[in-house]
């Protein structure tokens, strides 16, 4: 078992904090697996709403087992990508066998296809954690963002669960429910902490919004919170921190802190200047294409730009370390940053 079963698994980048070298002295711990690139949604902030990113695919079991028996000990795996986990057939199997060898094992979903048939299901495979992206407090907010209109059902369905959940007498998975930060929608922030409790969901998350340079959708820096939060925005969500004390709801920011600090940078720091990502986890897509990690795709165009090894082809040992892996992590360390990394910064989902 990993030693980093005793930390804290949403901490797991702390067990390599002091590595900042091209060569990764130390495994990955986590394992971000995008069990598949197909969605049924057409999100305004996901890149694959603009653009093709690889063929429509879901990771084969094959695949998966191979990459999961390499990393024997893994912390930590996250079964999602730019794909709606629910979708595969395999997942539940998939959970169960991460499970079984005493991996914590969450993923994102857009809670579409959570219903009462699959209840059971999901808890039985022993998930970690269940978050589902919502991203608004009212239906035409929804639609705007999300592509169709699901909200009346998203609501429904997670509200059955956690009710579900409660009358079992079980806490996993741990169900919360999450906010893409934009300025379209952070003034709602209030109601989505009171509609959260309403569903029986006692943890809220406002994401930061990553973007690339050009922009998508309503991924685009007029959008984004980040360094430009006004006293309106600020308010909303101080306001929200407050309701969310009163009706037993935390409020944080992804990437574990709160949510003001998560919209500000660090004095000194470039955005890149503290992530771990690295040289604590490896990503790889339904294909077996291995990428930095899960903001790559939001923060950059083309695969092909910074692809670091083909999981099929070769070896994890032999990705992690490879030339393209050392130089990644060189230009990390450098003024100049790999092009992934230079919208990006420490506070994000992990």
């Not at 990508?81 to 969450?106: A, S």
Request: aromatic letters at 10%.
């Amino acid at each position: 078992m990993s030693s980093l079963t005793l930390l804290d698994p949403g901490r797991y980048f702390e067990s390599v904090a002091a590595e900042r070298n091209a060569v990764a002295q130390a495994p990955p711990v986590c394992l971000y697996l995008e069990v598949t690139n197909r969605c049924n949604l057409l999100c305004e902030t996901c890149p694959r709403t603009f653009e093709d990113l690889e063929p429509p695919a879901d990771m084969s079991w094959a695949l998966f087992t191979r990459i999961v028996d390499q990393v024997p000990d893994v912390a930590r795996v996250v079964l999602h990508g730019v794909g709606e986990p629910m979708l595969v057939r395999n997942l539940p199997r998939m959970i169960r066998y991460l499970k079984d060898r005493g991996t914590y094992v969450l993923f994102n979903t857009n809670g579409t296809l959570l219903n009462p048939k699959k209840f059971q299901e999901l808890i039985d495979t022993g998930l970690d954690e269940l978050r589902v992206s919502l991203d608004a407090a009212d239906r035409a907010s929804y639609a705007a963002i999300r592509g169709k209109d699901f909200f009346g059902r998203i609501v429904r369905d997670v509200g059955k669960f956690t009710a579900y959940q409660q009358a079992m007498g079980v806490t996993h998975p741990r169900v919360s429910l999450w906010l893409t930060g934009l300025k379209e929608t952070v003034g709602q922030l209030p109601a989505f902490v009171r509609l959260a409790a309403s569903m029986g969901v006692r943890d809220v998350h406002l994401q930061r919004l990553v973007f690339d340079s050009n922009g998508f959708g309503k991924a685009q820096s007029s959008s984004s919170l980040f360094e430009q939060t006004d006293n309106t925005e600020q308010a909303a969500i101080e306001a929200a921190r407050f309701i969310g004390a009163e009706l037993g709801v935390t409020l944080d920011a992804s990437g574990a802190t709160e949510p003001g600090l998560s919209l500000k940078r660090a004095a000194g720091d470039t955005p890149w200047a503290t992530c771990r990502r690295p040289w604590s986890l490896m990503y790889f897509t339904a294909h077996g294409r291995a990428l930095p990690c899960c903001i790559a795709p939001f923060s950059a165009r083309g695969y092909e730009n910074y692809t670091l090894g083909d999981a099929t082809q070769d070896t994890l040992r032999e990705i992690w370390n490879s030339p393209a892996y050392r130089g990644f992590r060189g230009s990390l360390l450098g003024d100049t940053p790999p092009a992934p990394c230079q919208n990006c910064g420490l506070r994000w989902s992990l």
